[in-house]
């Protein structure tokens, strides 16, 4: 399901279809004086790249395409710098600090079995999403996500997310004194993808349009901070109990 709108960009984000026609070509990237290749527990060179756990095949093709066949049931929301969106979550204001309910309903049926392995993992044996977002990238479009670090106030300490459909790189950037030190991280299509740690942190992530060859699905499920849990007991409980329904239809 889709909607009309041709793209949802605003401000100073951008995508190809928005793009056509502008004199000034400008398009999503950024520069870097030093580039390397995530292997393992460090990158090449030796460049530490702390938190960050890959899990090759975490689901088969058979369980890919019935994923894929119950995300595309739902409507389809734009969503900037060429993405489309569905969410699954209650509805945060990240400068107010506030938090409502909304029409979250739970996190989707589909996501049920994949939560369940995720707590047989020692890494994610206490992680309880409240949050889940399924995001689409389409090379036609030039769909990106801008550098950005995920709200520390709200989310918590593992971001994790199940790639679809395609492989893609997830680059990390960081200031480094005079010059921008840039990690490619490969993510293999069909793994699961944990960020934590420095990388959740310290390090900018991004999905760059150049990395985007074929229709890609990112499903992120968030946690919440251990902040917010202390602070928000009562709304702690209902939001974890209310995700773990398994019920939930994307929020408006």
Same mark, same amino acid.
């Given at each position: 399901?889709?909607?009309?709108r041709l ?15 502008r ?8 520069s ?6 995530y ?5 090449r ?20 395409r019935a994923?894929v066949?119950?995300?595309?049931d ?9 993405r489309?969106?569905q ?12 938090i409502?309910?909304?029409s ?5 049926p ?14 994610l ?14 090379? @036609?479009?030039?769909?990106?996500? #801008?550098?950005?670090?995920? =709200? %520390? ?5 593992? !971001?994790?997310? &199940? ?22 991280v ?8 944990i960020v ?7 390090w900018?992530?991004?999905i ?11 499903v @992120?499920?968030?946690?919440?901070? #251990?902040k917010?849990?202390d =602070? %928000?007991?009562e709304?702690?409980?209902? !939001?974890k109990? &209310?995700?773990?329904?398994f019920r ?5």
């Open positions: 399901m889709t909607t009309d793209c949802g960009c605003t401000g100073i984000r951008s995508c190809l279809l928005c793009e056509e026609g004199r000034d070509g400008r398009s999503v990237g950024t870097c004086s030093k580039r390397y290749v292997a393992g527990n460090k990158s060179d030796e460049l530490n790249l702390d938190g960050i756990a890959i899990f090759d095949d975490f689901v088969d093709e058979d369980a890919e994923i066949a119950e995300i595309d739902n409507e389809w929301k734009e969503s900037q710098s060429g489309r969106k969410d699954f979550g209650p509805r945060p204001n990240f400068k107010k600090r506030k409502k309910i909304g979250f309903s739970g996190l989707p589909f996501s049920k079995s994949l939560v369940e392995r995720m707590w047989k993992m020692p890494l044996a206490s992680f309880v999403p409240v949050e889940l977002c399924n995001l689409e990238y389409l090379p @036609t479009r030039g769909s990106s996500i #801008d550098p950005h670090i995920d =709200d %520390e106030w709200l989310w918590g300490e593992r !971001l994790v997310t &199940l790639n679809l459909l395609s492989d893609t790189y997830l680059t990390f950037t960081r200031d480094d004194g005079a010059e921008t030190v840039e990690i490619l490969k993510l293999p299509r069909r793994s699961l993808v934590s740690d420095k990388a959740r942190h310290d900018l992530h991004a760059r349009r150049e990395h985007i060859r074929e229709r890609r699905i990112a @992120t499920l968030r946690e919440l901070s #251990d917010f849990a =602070d %928000e007991r709304m702690t409980t209902l !939001l109990d &209310l995700a773990l329904t939930g239809k994307c929020s408006s």
